[in-house]
């Protein structure tokens, strides 16, 4: 998926669309994330006499499709798309994997070689 836990995003589509938060949950078997203080939707809940509890209208964060959620970037105020690099040797980012790979010696290569989200507009890498 292209968003994760605790990044700041920007709907896209729907009632709360160009608002901004943080996400907080994310299912990626279904494609979906729920982001904080938005989409709410209000749940019911019926009064339990045995416990004591009393009903009451509960709000909580509704799930929002991925793809209608991009990653936020501060500098240009506004979402952007990203494309993966991958990490290699001092840090330099690479297209492909194998680029990556080769640039470490022999000996130091790392055993999973770090996967990087890279904004398309400001390069900015957001992992």
Do not use: C
């Not at 909580?60 to 209608?68: L, R, V």
């Amino acid at each position: 998926m292209h968003v994760k836990k605790n990044d700041k995003v920007m709907i896209l589509t729907g009632k709360d669309r160009e608002f901004t938060g943080e996400v907080i949950e994310v299912d990626p078997k279904n494609l979906r994330v729920k982001v904080a203080r938005r989409n709410m939707m209000i749940k019911h809940r019926r009064p339990n006499p045995i416990t004591g509890e009393e009903g009451a209208r509960v709000e909580k964060e509704a799930w929002i499709d991925a793809s209608n959620v991009a990653l936020y970037n501060e500098e240009l105020e506004r979402w952007e798309r990203t494309h993966i690099r991958w990490r290699g040797f001092g840090g330099e980012l690479f297209e492909t994997r194998k680029e990556a790979r080769d640039s470490f010696d022999e000996g130091e290569v790392p055993d999973p070689i770090q996967k990087v989200r890279v904004g398309k507009k400001s390069g900015e890498a957001y992992d």
